[in-house]
């Protein structure tokens, strides 16, 4: 791979094995590289959007955010059964959209990546102890979790139980509430020590999915409440 027009050029074998490469394609709605190998299948490097847009100018500054690819907002379906020892069973990448960015030297303490809705609403958190180079974070598309559930005391008859120094510990059975975000344009906001790097970012509506936008809508309003009846149980 080459970052100035073909003038020096480095090796991208990364897990590549050393076989002859009979076809490369670019997919096109997730722009992920896919390589056909002779005799060892398919190999695919997920979301090249990073190597496409490095230059030098990224890599000589001390960081940088990536405009992310579009995410589809994927609603789960059955899954095609596959044999536990099917050698040709690949590992999807994780749901969502992959944030990238690219920093100097190792971040002494976690970097903040903020995601803000059209209304410039806070919708999620993400913390990064980010490496020299290029870095990359999943967000699933969903917001801040609703408070979560603690119990302060232990349970009648489990006096083996530990309590930490504020008397605190998950509820057991009880999870919270994440709701998965509308689609729309968000937009990433990275904070690095006292500089501040924002990208927009589109998420799509599930191409499979039957339900209109309005349904989207009606669905999202009632989570909400769910979610700020289970914020206000806990606290």
């Known amino acids: 791979v080459s970052f100035d027009d073909g003038l020096h050029w480095q090796s991208l074998m990364t897990n590549l094995p050393a076989s002859p490469m009979y076809w490369i394609a670019i997919q096109e709605n997730f722009n992920d590289l896919v390589v056909g190998t002779y005799g060892r299948g398919i190999w695919v490097l997920d979301d090249i959007t990073p190597l496409q847009?490095?230059?030098?100018?990224?890599?000589?500054?001390t960081a940088h955010l990536f405009q992310p690819r579009n995410a589809y907002r994927f609603q789960p379906i059955t899954g095609p059964f596959a044999m536990f020892d099917d050698q040709s069973d690949g590992e999807n990448p994780p749901v969502g959209a992959p944030i990238n960015y690219w920093v100097s030297t190792d971040v002494k303490d976690s970097l903040l990546i903020s995601i803000k809705d059209a209304s410039n609403n806070l919708v999620r958190k993400l913390y990064h102890k980010g490496k020299v180079g290029l870095n990359r974070v999943w967000w699933d598309l969903r917001e801040d979790p609703s408070t979560a559930m603690v119990v302060r005391t232990k349970p009648q008859h489990a006096d083996w139980m530990t309590m930490n120094d504020k008397r605190s510990k998950p509820a057991p059975t009880v999870a919270a509430l994440s709701p998965l975000v509308k689609p729309g344009t968000y937009?990433?906001?990275?904070?690095?020590?006292?500089?501040?790097?924002?990208?927009?970012?589109?998420?799509?509506k599930d191409p499979n999915s039957e339900g209109t936008d309005a349904d989207i809508a009606a669905q999202y309003a009632f989570v909400q409440e769910v979610k700020k009846d289970l914020s206000n149980a806990a606290d």
């Open 187 to 204: 937009t990433v906001v990275m904070k690095v020590g006292d500089k501040e790097f924002t990208q927009p970012l589109k998420v799509l």
């Open 53 to 61: 847009q490095m230059t030098n100018d990224v890599t000589s500054s």
